[in-house]
């Protein structure tokens, strides 16, 4: 007999965010809220409709690399969101709503990349286009029904999308070019880094006082 996933609780087979997933859903909402920017905001509030927050706040930022639970593409972006915020305050000639915004948005592709049933995987097409050209596609199409959106304003969100993973091998047709999205690049890979270094030492069970990851290397334990 097939069961629906309707009639099924997946946290019986998926791991879930420690973070309360209705206070990340707000924090979210009052970001959106922040920015100052009306074009900005315009774009945020059109791509965060309560359908694809809902689906936002389910999804894993990855199948097993970091955040790889429900829950954990909202963790994710707030961590990067909160360092981009650090460095706005710390470089003021950076433009806050700008990084925001892209903080928000960087990863909104994987919403489509990836399928949570009883498992975390890879959708169909996020196996054959990936995140980041779902992402840019996503904002750029948002962006054409925001009237008086500035054509260099569209450019840099959409350029943000794609170097957010800062190397071509690392995945991004494009490198950073402009300092926010330099910026983001780096938040994005801050919070990454340190999950998964957070992560191994949690898993270590050992009285050694190092570990060895085959991805990330040795890892001391004390």
């Not at 099924?8 to 100052?36: C, K």
């Not at 909160?82 to 919403?111: N, W």
């Not at 050209?133 to 350029?159: F, N, Q, T, W, Y």
């Amino acid at each position: 007999m097939r069961v629906e996933l309707s009639c099924i609780d997946l946290t019986d087979f998926v791991d879930v965010s420690d973070n309360d997933l209705s206070a990340m859903r707000h924090e979210i909402i009052q970001s959106i809220s922040s920015v100052q920017n009306d074009h900005l905001h315009q774009l945020l509030e059109r791509i965060f409709v309560d359908e694809f927050t809902d689906q936002f706040m389910k999804a894993p930022a990855s199948m097993w690399l970091h955040c790889n639970w429900v829950g954990g593409l909202a963790e994710h972006t707030l961590n990067v969101m909160h360092i981009c915020e650090f460095l706005s305050i710390s470089y003021p000639e950076l433009d806050r709503d700008l990084l925001v915004t892209g903080a928000l948005l960087h990863d909104v592709g994987k919403v489509l990349e990836y399928d949570v049933t009883t498992s975390i995987d890879v959708s169909e097409e996020g196996m054959l286009r990936g995140h980041i050209v779902i992402g840019a596609e996503i904002v750029s199409r948002v962006c054409d029904l925001i009237e008086g959106m500035p054509d260099s304003l569209r450019l840099k969100i959409i350029h943000m999308v794609l170097s957010s993973h800062g190397e071509l091998e690392f995945g991004s047709p494009k490198k950073p070019q402009f300092p926010e999205a330099v910026a983001l690049n780096f938040a994005d890979n801050i919070d990454s880094k340190l999950e998964q270094y957070i992560a191994a030492k949690g898993r270590a069970n050992t009285e050694d006082p190092w570990i060895y990851d085959k991805k990330l290397g040795h890892i001391y334990l004390k």
